[in-house]
């Protein structure tokens, strides 16, 4: 089974991670985010800064819980901190500060 880790979870890695299931509904995709907030629209970061929108989070295109229920596993305060491709490793610093290391 293909298994996909997606580093960043803003437009571009959660319309990835949502075309990978379009195409193989089976595959894992896992979405890493370095923040909490994914697939937030940052361009509409001046809509609330001019108080037209009120709540900035009610900028974000889609809730993890909109995303999750695709089948796309999000780790949300996860930052990468390298890759190694040979080994197909990545480290990551978690929640907390703590390092693992995802393959
Ligand atoms: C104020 C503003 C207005 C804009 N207006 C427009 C517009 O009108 N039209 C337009 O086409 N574009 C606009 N843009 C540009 C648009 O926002 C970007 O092109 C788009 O956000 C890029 O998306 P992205 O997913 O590639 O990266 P980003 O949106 O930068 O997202 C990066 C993601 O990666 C994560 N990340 C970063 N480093 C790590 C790491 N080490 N480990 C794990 N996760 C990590 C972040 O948490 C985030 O989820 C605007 C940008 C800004 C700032």
Redesign the pocket.
Known sequence: MTHMLI???????ISAALRIKEVDARAEVTV????VF?NLS??G??FFLSGEVADWRTLAHRTAAEIEAHGIHLLLD????SIDRQARHVRVRATGGRLVSLA
């Open positions: 580093i960043g979870g803003s437009d571009a890695g890493m985010v370095a923040d994914p940052i361009c970061l001046p996860h930052r990468a901190e």
